[in-house]
Nanobody, 124 residues
């Protein structure tokens, strides 16, 4: 399994970023996928998840209404559109594969594989 994130960077508060994750080494369409993040000095936390069927999506309360997760199974790509970014969103963002193909990866214990992460910094 290989998960390669991109799209992180520095943005002002109120701005937007779109993260991408290209997956390989497994049948992407057969697995739930998600995004987690880890801020400096804090534990990794759930951000968003999407099931095998793209209509099944899940969000942390802190990002609901601002972030949108989606997937393109034809391109083996997971996306996270982040709007109205806040300084509190500053973190390393990780693409994850669900350990259970049929499950929703909404907790660290449900993660099967992690990407290497991409850094997002939101300035105030």
């Amino acid at each position: 399994v290989q998960l390669v994130e991109s799209g992180g960077g520095l943005v002002e508060a109120g701005g937007s970023l779109r993260l991408s994750c290209v997956a390989s080494g497994f049948t992407f369409s057969n697995y739930g996928m998600g995004w987690f993040r880890q801020a400096p000095g804090k534990e990794r936390e759930f951000v968003a998840a999407i099931g095998r069927i793209a209509t099944n999506t899940y969000y942390a309360d802190s990002v609901k209404g601002r972030f949108t997760i989606s997937r393109d199974n034809a391109k083996n790509t997971l996306l996270l559109q982040m709007n109205s970014l806040e300084p509190e969103d500053t973190a390393d963002y990780y693409c994850v594969q669900s350990a259970n193909p049929f499950g929703a990866v909404v907790s660290v214990s449900a993660v099967g594989s992690w990407g290497q992460g991409t850094q997002v910094t939101v300035s105030s």
